[in-house]
């Protein structure tokens, strides 16, 4: 089966066609944390000029508040860097979850997984960033230079999406083959 080869509806296979939750959030969001993780810490640097620790002072900050984050040094950048694998784990659960539903998310893996990650990434910065210690406005995403915001909508879907949606069609399948 490729990977854009639908499964039919109402079929024994359409209907058992689901991803397993341990392996779709546990490897999805592995997956999805370390290919952000290191967008993140090559692109912000080379783009905006500031260090490795100034990267993951940021999902501190949402915690914590910005000047927290930069006076807790070393210590607050490791907090980020925690805080965004609780993300992505986040974000891989809610790939299962509506995976599960939504058998158009496993028979369509690669449409559904790069919309997925460009939706994530509007969901974090117009609804997660608003609620959290930053306070930033949804209107900020669109001042954002020009690149930061290709980043932001590429690398979500290629590096978020993607992969959760890959990782749940394989657990989906392996658990089909396992059934029989």
């Given at each position: 089966?490729t990977?854009e080869e639908?499964?039919?509806?109402?079929?024994e296979?359409?209907?058992?066609f689901k991803p397993?939750?341990?392996?779709?959030?546990?490897?999805?969001?592995?997956?999805?944390?370390?290919?952000d993780?290191?967008?993140g810490?090559?692109f912000f640097?080379l783009?905006?000029?500031i260090?490795f620790?100034?990267?993951?002072w940021?999902?501190?900050s949402?915690?914590?508040?910005?000047?927290?984050a930069?006076a807790g040094?070393?210590?607050?950048?490791?907090?980020?860097i925690?805080?965004?694998?609780?993300?992505?784990?986040c974000?891989?659960?809610?790939y299962y979850?509506l995976?599960?539903?939504?058998?158009?998310m496993?028979?369509?893996?690669?449409t559904?997984g790069?919309?997925f990650?460009v939706?994530?990434?509007?969901?974090m910065?117009?609804?997660?960033?608003?609620?959290?210690?930053r306070?930033?406005?949804?209107?900020?995403?669109l001042s954002?230079?020009?690149?930061?915001?290709?980043?932001?909508?590429?690398g979500?879907?290629?590096l978020?999406?993607l992969p959760?949606?890959l990782?749940?069609a394989?657990s989906?399948?392996?658990?089909?083959?396992?059934?029989d």
């Amino acid at each position: 089966m490729t990977t854009e080869e639908p499964v039919p509806n109402g079929t024994e296979i359409g209907n058992s066609f689901k991803p397993r939750a341990l392996q779709t959030i546990g490897l999805g969001g592995l997956a999805v944390g370390i290919g952000d993780f290191l967008d993140g810490s090559i692109f912000f640097p080379l783009y905006y000029g500031i260090t490795f620790q100034q990267v993951w002072w940021g999902p501190a900050s949402g915690i914590i508040g910005r000047d927290a984050a930069k006076a807790g040094g070393w210590n607050t950048a490791i907090f980020g860097i925690f805080m965004h694998f609780i993300v992505a784990f986040c974000v891989a659960a809610v790939y299962y979850l509506l995976s599960r539903n939504i058998p158009f998310m496993i028979r369509r893996l690669v449409t559904s997984g790069l919309i997925f990650g460009v939706v994530a990434n509007y969901v974090m910065q117009c609804i997660v960033l608003p609620l959290s210690a930053r306070a930033t406005s949804p209107a900020a995403v669109l001042s954002e230079p020009v690149g930061s915001m290709l980043n932001s909508i590429i690398g979500h879907a290629l590096l978020v999406g993607l992969p959760v949606a890959l990782i749940a069609a394989w657990s989906a399948k392996k658990g089909r083959q396992t059934a029989d």
